[in-house]
């Protein structure tokens, strides 16, 4: 086994608007604190794993496909490519292609300058439920699966790199701030950096499609965001003691696409409950106005679904591109696999099958129950 480890700054170089608010509609160039690319670079006999943890909100397919190109063509062997986006909504368009160009060099870059090392790896891996920074975002709807995860690697007794995974949106500043953040998960990943030198980190996003901050923060500013980070880093810190080396690592990398079908929900009827918060009723407008959107471009709606997996020794990672309800964890044994969202794609919102409200996420799923059903299938298959 060989593996390799960097970060690489991903920064925009020219005014860009953010993407992850409806009111960022302007181009901006302040940068709060670096947004990077983490790459773990793992090879197995003729194949190599490439992982890129970016500071973005989202990237699209094409951004994966001609990465793994470049990389194929310059090494002449199988590639296996996962871009997973930590979905900060303060990050720059991916949309843009002057942007996801320069991301692409940047990243191309990075990974040929690597020189791996033949090392001998163990893995381990930790969870357990966190609620002390997200929580459900919706009023009426409560979840018991907001979960936190670590996924270390070994080279003897020394751990030399992890995956941290958490499923709530990092969205604790507020829609008008005025620069680029990587959030309470950039916070969160200084200060790893910070208390164990030498040994990499990353970020990853799990099903946060009904989790986030918005009823467990008390004010939306910087030093609640750094709070949360400091919270979160504290959490993994305490799942890293518990990931000692158990297993021998070997990879393994599966792949499948999920034909879709949709049913399209119309709001016109739509009757606003009093028990709504403030926020959920502004943000339920920009729902209203996805769902007119999709009513008149049906062509428009997601074809497909892309799930890949990830075998790390016993331990299973599951990639996903949409913003999946929390409920989808359970297709999942906690003990053995995590789910990744935000990932090898862009996909709109997923409603659990056991929710039945309207909500500003919901409006935005077409998804139908068939289809929802055959996607917790797909991720409980992907997952063993």
Known sequence: MQIATTKV?????????????????????????????RILLLRQSEEAFVLCALDLCYSPRSLQRRLQQALEARWGAAVHVIISCTHTHFGPDTEDEAYQSLLLHQLTG?????????????????????????????????????????LSFYEGAARVASLCIYNCHPTVLGGDTPFFTGEYPGVALRLLESRHPGEFFAFLQGAAGDVSTRFTRKEQTEGQMEAFGLKMADEFDRLLALSAPAHPLTLAYRERLL??????KDPSSLVIPEYYSAREREVL?????????????????QADARI??????????VFCENELFSEYNKALDPKIAALVCYSQGKGPYVAGPCFDGMTYETLQDTLSDASRQALLAAIAEAGK
């Not at 700054?9 to 990077?36: H, S």
């Not at 007119?292 to 062509?299: T, V």
């Not at 890949?308 to 990672?317: A, K, V």
């Open 9 to 37: 700054c991903i920064n925009p170089q020219a005014p860009i608007k953010a993407i992850g608010y409806a009111q960022q509609t302007q181009p901006m160039e302040r940068i709060r604190d670096f947004l990077y690319g």
């Open 308 to 317: 890949d997996t990830l075998c790390l020794g016993p331990y299973r990672l």
């Open 285 to 301: 407008q920009y729902g209203i106005d996805f769902s007119q959107r999709n009513l008149a471009h049906p062509e428009r709606l």
């Open 110 to 150: 990075a990974i040929l300058a690597l020189k791996p090392r033949t090392a001998e790896l163990t893995c381990g891996y930790a969870w357990e439920p966190y609620h002390q920074v997200g929580d459900s975002r919706i009023s009426h709807w409560q979840t018991d699966q907001v979960l936190a995860h670590t």
């Open 259 to 264: 034909t879709l079908s949709h049913s399209l």
